[in-house]
């Protein structure tokens, strides 16, 4: 990093005025005008991929290709095609359809399809040459990170604790997102139980930086031009930044959540794998409680978060706030004081001054 201006190799390579990533976001929040506004802003604006088909990601990004000229990324989830047995599902179900009763909703059934095919998904990310792809839940073989750089891809592996950081840089990726405990949704966690790898993102960028002698984007957390300071003083080459764009007018998330998001405090927000199979970080609500009551009834992931979707889709329609997964960071308080539905080109630029408010006092300080 260069002393004086701050300036990163990663944010020198994709010409970012403002050293910030705005996190892809599946569920509604990261639509291409999010992730266009956020590049042309001299962000890089990030696409969350990994609920949608090959083909809705060809036009999304045929989409953000029409608004920017500038990079942006895309991001998927490693997951092996779900197959799951007649009894997981039927047990999943059981404690689901109480809760399906509640908004009046008849049982669930099996489904035919979990999550969409993840090869494909890759394939459809090479097709189409998209700058920026990134990964969580899981690592490529080398093999398939050695086809992105054929193409000119740069390619971003996530990790919650080092052994996950050197696991990618030994398959050849070419930065890492650490992914401290503080940060909303699902953990990335790959190796190991999802329980050791709460690492807050001040003492796991350093070590990934440390560990693995690749650009680190620090995420988890980071709200403010305090944060962005803070994660390049650790190392990172750039803050990565999703609860923060989650409340923006461009994302396409239901109202009610945003305003859950934007009455928040510090402890509003926990741990759970009831909703979807996987450990999450969201807003404590009635559905949380109650899935949580039967864990031995959970579902894996894709499993029990495809088995729980029309439920959520039923409460988004009724504006119901208490059946949804209120994903979110523990930073969520600090973005209270900004206008509600800020546009995300007016949030990067708010950014922008504020880290350099931050920069120029260090600066003040030293002389
Ligand atoms: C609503 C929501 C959805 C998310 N979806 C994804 C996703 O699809 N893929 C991914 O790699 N990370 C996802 N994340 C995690 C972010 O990449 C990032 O780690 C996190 O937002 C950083 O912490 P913060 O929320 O405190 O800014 C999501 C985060 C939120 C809040």
Known sequence: MNQRTFVTPFAERFELRVPIVQAPMAGGATTPAMVAAVSNAGGLGFLAGAALSPEKIRSEVEAIRALTSRPFGVNLFVLEPAAPDDATVRRALEAIDSVRADLGLAAGQPLERYAPDFRAQLEMLVELRVPVVSFTFGLLSSD???RFHAHGQYVIGTATHTAEGIAWRDVGADAIAAQGAEAGAHRGTFIGAFEDALVGAMALVPQLVDATGLPVLAAGGIMDGRGIVAAL???AQAAVMGTAFLTCEESAIPQVWKKRVR???DTSTTVTRAITGRHARGIRNPLMQRLGEAAEK???YPVQNALTQELRQTAA??????YLSLWSGQGAPLGQKRA???????LVAQLDAEWQTVVSRIAALRE
Not at 317 to 322: Q, T
Not at 340 to 346: I, Q, R
Request: hydrophobic content about 40%; aromatic content about 0%.
């Open 263 to 265: 009455s928040m405090s």
């Open 144 to 146: 398939d990170v050695a």
């Open 317 to 322: 329609r009724a504006g119901n706030g208490d």
């Open 298 to 300: 959970i579902a894996p």
């Open 340 to 346: 509600e539905n800020l546009s995300a080109k007016e």
């Open 233 to 235: 003083a650790l190392g």
